[in-house]
Every structure is written in structure tokens, then in C-alpha cells.
């Protein structure tokens, strides 16, 4: 599952060396961008002038806007380093504003909501280990992307059952699907890439780097 030391050094190499990976102001970056500055336009409007209906839109664009920039980065081959980093940085930015938000309202739970950030602190203690053998946080596995999309979906789903009671009927069953399948999904995630740092410390150990890089 873990790729060994020489591999990783070898791909990280040939990323730095892509066409684009230092520029900042590329097309894929506007729009990462602009969906970074969606989080506090969707807290100012949900929580602060209780705009509900604008708070729904903005998440919605926000959230289903996921693959978008990184499609234009391969599309346009301007696939770069901040891009990268900013990328996974705004969907956790929208899943935890999200949930701060509803859980404050009482239309998720705090016990899902801390779920989801029991889930984030078990990553974070990781990375530690990580950066002791010379590595950054490791590639994102499909399954966490999977979910994280899911559950980009599912909040805004819920927040409409929450402000349409038209909707409500349809919208709030399909909206906790949802939130209950990205739960899941995001803790099996997390399993992998937990089983995933395991494998690369053992190869870091196995090639002579018990200490990290010096």
C-alpha cells in the first residue's frame, strides 16, 4: 500500500519539476480561491444575518464546485504545488464550517459533528511521525475523496430540509443518507491512510532512516 522511500523521493522530484507547479495566479487557483472565500460568506450569512436561503446557495455552489479545479488543473495542465495544498484545505474548511454551523442551529448533532472531528484529529497525529522520515502529509485516498464530496453534498441537502419545509420531506431523509454514507466512508478512509504511514515508516525503517532525514 505505502510506496518505498526511493519511489517517493523519485515522484516528488518530477512533480517539482512540472510545468507550472511554483505559480500561484493560475486558473485553477482563482477558483480554489473563490471557493476559500465562500466559508466565511456562508458563516456571515447563515449565523450572521440569518440569510438562510443565500447561506444554502452559497454552500451549495461551494460544495458541488469540488471537482472543478481540479479538473482545470489537468485540463490546463496547470497543476501546481499551492494548488494542491489549497484544494483539499477548502473542502475541510466547508465540511467543518458547515458543521460548526448546523451543530450550533441543532440540525446536526454534536455527536456526529464530533465524529467527524475525532475523525481529522487522528490524521493530524500522524503527521508528526510523518515529517520525523521526511515526508508531508500523504496522498489523499479515493475513498476520503469519495466521501468528502459526499458529505460536500450532503450538508447543503440537510441545511434546505432545515429552511424549506416544502423541501423538508425529500431533502432531509436524503440529506442524513448522505451524511451517515460520507460518516463511513471518511472513517474507512481514514483506516487506510492510517495503514498507509505504517507501511512508509516501516520502508523508511527498513532502508536505514530509524532517526529521519538529518
Known amino acids: 500500500m505505502g510506496e518505498s522511500v526511493r519511489e517517493r523521493t523519485h515522484v516528488e522530484a518530477m512533480n517539482a519539476d512540472a510545468p507550472g507547479s511554483g505559480r500561484v495566479l493560475t486558473v485553477p487557483n482563482v477558483v480554489t480561491f473563490a471557493r476559500l472565500a465562500g466559508v466565511p460568506l456562508f458563516l456571515y450569512l447563515f449565523l450572521g444575518r440569518h440569510a438562510e436561503g443565500a447561506a444554502v446557495t452559497v454552500l451549495a455552489i461551494g460544495g458541488t464546485t469540488d471537482w472543478v479545479d481540479g479538473y482545470l ?14 484544494d483539499p484545505l477548502a473542502d475541510r474548511l466547508y465540511i467543518f464550517a458547515t458543521l460548526i454551523a448546523l451543530s450550533v442551529t441543532q440540525v446536526v448533532p454534536w455527536a456526529f459533528t464530533i465524529a467527524l472531528l475525532a475523525r481529522e484529529a487522528s490524521l493530524l497525529a500522524v503527521l508528526p511521525v510523518l515529517r520525523r522520515y521526511g515526508y508531508g502529509p500523504l496522498p489523499v485516498h479515493y475513498v476520503g475523496k469519495t466521501a468528502t464530496f459526499i458529505l460536500l453534498v450532503a450538508f ?5 430540509a432545515h429552511v ?14 448522505l451524511a451517515w454514507w460520507g460518516l463511513v466512508l471518511y472513517w474507512i478512509a481514514a483506516v487506510f491512510y492510517l495503514a498507509q504511514v505504517v507501511s512508509v515508516v516501516r520502508t523508511a525503517r527498513h532502508v536505514g532512516l530509524p532517526d529521519g532525514p538529518g
Open 73 to 86: 488543473a489537468r485540463r490546463l495542465r496547470q497543476v501546481s504545488r499551492l494548488g494542491e495544498l489549497l
Open 156 to 160: 447543503p441537502t440537510l441545511l434546505l
Open 164 to 177: 424549506s419545509s416544502s423541501a423538508a420531506p425529500i431533502a432531509a431523509p436524503a440529506g442524513w443518507a
